[in-house]
């Protein structure tokens, strides 16, 4: 192959099209209105396991956006109501088969909607995309307990150390618990439910909130937070969205406390979005698909670089 | 040595692992969108020829070995060491038992050898795939039996023992698959 030509085939690139105009098409259905927030924006996440484009500009450095959620939010507290955007999000460093540091997201927020309205939402496009006709919701300590017989709530990181090397998992260097649960996600539980078509995965950690609320569960605290898995392929995060500003300042600040004990540049706080906390977000569920594995997956192809025009080596 | 991070574990890249030289085979890139990413890595320890399958956190490093596959003439053995030269150079290269390993029976005087050198010292040492020898022992040859049928052993003059076509003699020429340790054709005569 030659370098100047596309990594994905015309054929492909046709089903993109149609695929770009069939979200749109969902969404407009669902009096759900597009909005297109900047790319380029001042301030950036916190989050520890993800890294940024720095962009310099005339007006100081940018942030490519790693994913719209900041700016939607200002949009729904400003009342805009039921809002979606389809378009190119940013994350340094994220290559490889079904990665690709410039990818395109689609996130939608639902007003006064909780994760589970959400997450039948989210199973109506992916199964109707996918001509997969059911769906199943699991907690995550149930996974963790059928695919590795430990239960996540009482377990100590030794415990989720000896499920990895039972699985056959050789990791190089030390782990947290959460490392661990990681490396169990992606090195048996996603190869474990390849075959059980369309997933939702519910109760995450409390530790794992990030921008979810935390809510009682069976006498344990866990994130109001899903994630979607078709295939085995991660295809959707979602949250019943934490509205507290204080709240988010505190995980912000501690994010920023791993990211300085990793050596990681610390972020500066968004303050735009926690004076829109402050003047109100409405009770909202929002959630992000990955529009290329999406496609990948409908198209039956096992590389996100064969749905992409010019994967990130041909860009 | 420099350090390489994950991101730049491409195949064939040679690092260090546990103090052992290993070659990268595979790299495959896993992260959960709000997770952790790791790097799965196929790596073959260059002293063991085994495969390895590790688990290394995204952005981890490990330091590079000083690793060279070089083309060298096998010279001649002193029971100890064998000896290799470089063709252009005319440098010497000694090799322990433990580097030529397997290629001990197909060493054969002024043949290139493909020889991994580790911090200067041979690791190991590849035979070229097919190699042209002497049959210097074997069972008298059956006239006319050209066609088809049994085979023999035969042992060639760097002492490997092929299975070898019944019609052949004892100061003939073959070619060997030295991959397989098999009888490929009959060579011309030196």
């Known amino acids: ?315 | 040595m420099p350090n390489f991070s994950t991101n730049e574990f491409k195949p064939g890249l040679k690092v260090m692992l546990d103090n052992e030289p290993c070659s990268i085979l595979e790299n495959e890139y896993v992260k959960p969108g709000k997770g952790q990413a790791f790097n799965r890595v196929k790596l073959r320890n260059l002293r063991s020829g085994r495969v390895l399958e590790k688990t290394f956190k995204s952005g981890d490093s490990l330091e590079g070995a000083d690793v060279l596959d070089i083309d060298l003439e096998y010279s001649y053995t002193d029971g100890e060491f064998w000896y290799f030269m470089d063709p252009n150079t005319f440098e010497q290269h000694s090799a322990d038992k433990a580097a030529v390993a397997d290629a001990e029976k197909w060493l054969k005087e002024q043949e290139k050898f493909e020889v991994t050198l580790f911090n200067g010292a041979p690791l190991t040492v590849t035979p070229p795939n097919f190699i042209e020898l002497e049959i210097t022992e074997t069972d008298p040859g059956l006239k006319g039996d050209t066609a088809q049928g049994g085979s023999k052993p035969a042992t060639l003059s760097t002492g490997a023992v092929v299975r070898v076509p019944l019609f052949l003699s004892e100061g003939e020429v073959i070619r060997v698959d030295t991959r397989s340790g098999e009888y490929v054709s009959r060579a011309s005569k030196v």
């Open chain 1, 1 to 315: 192959m030659s370098e100047w030509e596309p990594s994905a085939g015309i054929y492909e690139l046709r089903a993109r099209a149609a695929m770009l105009a069939d979200v749109r098409a969902f969404m407009s259905s669902r009096s759900v209105m597009e909005v297109d927030t900047p790319s380029l924006g001042q301030f950036a996440i916190t989050d520890p396991n993800i890294e940024l484009f720095e962009v310099a500009t005339s007006d100081g450095t940018r942030f490519l956006q790693s994913s719209p959620e900041y700016a939607m939010k200002r949009l729904l507290a400003s009342g805009s109501g039921d809002i979606f955007q389809l378009g190119k999000v940013f994350r340094s460093g994220e290559h490889g088969g079904r990665h690709n540091p410039e990818f395109v997201m689609l996130e939608w927020y639902r007003v006064d909607w909780t994760h589970y309205q959400l997450i039948r939402e989210v199973a109506e496009l992916i199964a109707e995309t996918l001509r997969l006709s059911t769906w199943q919701i699991w907690s995550l300590d149930a996974l963790l307990e059928h695919f590795c017989q430990i239960n996540l709530h009482d377990a100590a990181e030794l415990e989720l150390k000896v499920a990895a090397e039972n699985a056959g998992i050789d990791v190089v260097g030390d782990l947290d618990k959460l490392d661990y649960l990681d490396l169990l996600m992606t090195h048996v539980v996603e190869p474990g439910i390849a075959s059980w078509g369309l997933v939702f995965i519910v109760d995450f950690l409390e530790q794992q909130a990030a921008l979810s609320r935390i809510i009682e569960r069976g006498g344990n605290s866990v994130a109001a937070r899903f994630e979607a898995y078709a295939h085995g392929v991660e295809l959707a995060n979602g949250y019943w969205e934490e509205l507290n500003p204080d709240i988010l300042m505190r995980r912000f600040e501690a994010d920023n406390d791993l990211r300085a004990s990793r050596g990681q540049l610390v972020r500066k706080i968004d303050e735009r979005l926690i004076s829109a906390s402050r003047a109100g977000v409405p009770d909202c569920a929002g959630v992000a698909v990955g529009f290329d594995r999406l496609l990948m997956l409908a198209q039956g192809r096992s590389e996100l670089s064969q749905v992409i025009p010019f994967s990130w080596p041909l860009a």
